[in-house]
Nanobody
Framework: QVQLVESGGGLVQAGDSLRLSCAAS????????MGWFRQAPGKEREFVAA????????SYADSVKGRFTSSRDNAKNTVYLQMHSLKPEDTAVYHC????????????????????WGQGTQVTVSS
């Protein structure tokens, strides 16, 4: 089992950058594929990014491609979401998620594929 805690959210202006962090408990962080999802008020939770166990493979939603980058440091049990050129439509609660993976480079883009979730961190982008 793994526990996830997000941090790094805040209130920024359009065009600014933020880096979210997701710290995981446990000794087997490197066994988990990770994902980032977000949920805006009144909207469904949506996929943002996924990163493989090794960190070598990533995938992104079209809405953030070219602006967001996910990375991980398995030695620090942490996954990151670097966000640039933020837009008001990026405003949401951002959650990280984890699932055990038997394959180093496999990616999962659906919320239902993940077993563990953090509580989320609020990102608000003003225009």
């Amino acid at each position: 089992q793994v526990q996830l805690v997000e941090s790094g959210g805040g209130l920024v202006q359009a065009g600014d950058s933020l880096r979210l962090s997701c710290a995981a408990s446990g000794r087997t962080f490197g066994m988990y594929a990770m994902g980032w999802f977000r949920q805006a008020p009144g909207k469904e939770r949506e996929f943002v990014a996924a990163i493989s166990r090794s960190g070598s493979s990533t995938s992104y939603a079209d809405s953030v491609k070219g602006r967001f980058t996910s990375s991980r440091d398995n030695a620090k049990n942490t996954v990151y979401l670097q966000m640039h050129s933020l837009k008001p439509e990026d405003t949401a609660v951002y959650h990280c998620a984890a699932r055990p993976s038997g394959q180093y480079e496999r990616l999962w883009n659906r919320a239902e594929d993940y077993d563990y979730w953090g509580q989320g961190t609020q990102v608000t982008v003003s225009s």
